[in-house]
């Protein structure tokens, strides 16, 4: 089975400092990972995913996440933050044996970023 | 080029009624999956879809829920006598097809929101 983890609930940053959103997943095998945003009344926009190659995977409005194996984390983070990132973050895995081609999703993040 | 399209974005039912879902998916992809979100919870898988085809339905409540992706048309999720407990708001997502085997993202529609009085 395949799960993922988003530990914080919500995460609060100020405009012009770093993000990072955290994401810790568990698959039998090997994983493909996402980052989904999603605004209020809105359906999820994507971000970016992992796949293979890089560790450092650049996605959308500059968010940026690295893949860690050994400590089966992906966690998504941006150098400066903007108030308009402000929304709800959530992170996916996809087993790559047997794990078909459902997303299993986090719980979701919720970033505030302030002035 | 028109993304996931979805409707009704909002729908209300009563006790016992059907609701019916459609999901028109992004032109030029084949794979159609429904994802169920409760209030602050997380999207869960229900179905994924392909033309005529249901592919993993191992989300799927075993009773009442049902779901179609026909030749010619949307997609549709059904919900027959629906109860309280259904009220969620229910995302629709498509993918093109991978020839190569590794996943293409999904994108998503705007949702449905389900209110079951």
């Known amino acids: 089975a395949q799960s993922v983890a988003q530990p914080e609930d919500q995460v609060n940053v100020a405009e012009g400092n770093p993000l990072t959103v955290k994401c810790t997943y568990s698959v039998s095998g090997n994983p493909y990972l996402f980052w989904y945003v999603q605004y209020p009344n809105r359906g999820l926009q994507f971000l970016l995913k992992?796949?293979?190659?890089?560790?450092l995977v650049k996605g959308s409005y500059g968010f940026e996440a690295e893949f860690n194996k050994s400590q089966t984390s992906f966690h998504l983070k941006k150098p400066s933050a903007l108030v308009s990132d402000s929304a709800l973050y959530f992170c996916a895995v996809r087993d790559r044996a047997g794990g078909g081609n459902k997303l299993t999703f986090g719980t979701g993040t919720q970033l505030k970023v302030e002035l | 080029n028109a993304g996931v399209m979805q409707n009704p974005r909002h729908l209300v039912r009563r006790r016992g009624q059907e609701a019916r879902l459609r999901c028109s998916p992004m032109k030029g992809h084949s794979h159609v999956y429904w994802y169920r979100q409760l209030p602050e919870e997380g999207l869960k898988f229900m179905v994924y879809l392909q033309k005529e085809n249901i592919i993993d339905e191992s989300g799927m409540p075993k009773e009442r829920f049902s779901a179609e992706f026909p030749k010619e048309g949307p997609s549709i999720l059904r919900i027959q006598q629906v109860v309280r407990g259904d009220s969620a708001a229910y995302f629709c997502a498509s993918s093109p097809l991978s020839g190569t085997g590794v996943p293409n993202e999904q994108y998503f529609g705007p949702g449905t929101r389900l209110t079951v009085t």
């Open positions: 992992y796949i293979t190659g890089d560790n």
